[in-house]
């Protein structure tokens, strides 16, 4: 190693470390009024599912979500977990959170039947009470896929998740939709 290089790498350590301890001295800002959605999710949630197939056939199974608040509130974190028929459990973990460059809600979801993470950003609508969503990621098959889903908040204590996928014909059709009641 040269002696320039050193002294390079020497001072940059040094605006480092210094910036470091400027940033342990400042708290870190508290969470916006963006992340009073996320806080409003926070609980156990019973789930209804309802899934339509591309042909029109539909099945019902239950789940269950547990939604905390993480990272000084700033993001939640979702658990789901349910039966999709018989003998088929479903598990998922999902994180959202707000992010202000983007000025959108930002997430990534992984599950027990797909082939990786997805990713989706959205936006809330406070007069409708609905956070509009798209998401892509690879399904079962490792292909990637898009959707698009819409959660309208009901009142404090119930939602329904609204998945829509393209089907066959190019359009768009409802896949999966999700009614929650929130545990007492």
């Known amino acids: ?3 320039a290089f050193v002294c390079t ?7 480092i470390a210094g910036q ?3 940033l342990a001295q400042a708290p870190p800002p508290p969470p916006g009024p963006e992340h009073q ?34 990272c000084g509130g700033r993001c939640l974190v979702s658990a789901f977990k349910g039966d999709l028929m018989p003998g088929a459990t479903f598990e998922g973990r999902g994180v959202t959170t707000w992010d202000g460059a983007k000025k959108k809600y930002v997430g990534a979801w992984t599950d027990s039947m797909s082939s990786g993470m997805s990713v989706s950003e959205g936006t ?4 409708t009470k609905t956070m509009t969503s798209t998401m892509e ?5 490792g ?3 898009k959707s698009r889903s819409t959660v309208q908040y009901t009142d404090t204590d119930h939602k329904v998740m609204t998945m829509f996928m393209v089907g066959p014909d190019g359009k768009e059709a409802q ?5 929650y009641t929130r545990r007492k």
């Open 143 to 145: 292909a990637v896929v």
């Open 175 to 179: 896949g999966v939709k999700i009614s």
């Open 37 to 70: 959605i996320l806080s409003s999710e926070a609980g156990t949630w019973d789930a209804v599912v309802e899934m339509t197939a591309p042909d029109g056939n539909s099945m019902r199974s239950t789940g269950m979500e547990e939604d905390t608040l993480s």
């Open 124 to 127: 809330y609508d406070a007069s």
């Open 20 to 22: 470091g301890a400027a």
């Open 1 to 3: 190693m040269t002696k």
């Open 137 to 141: 990621g690879p399904d079962m098959s």
């Open 9 to 15: 790498i020497t001072a940059a350590l040094i605006i």
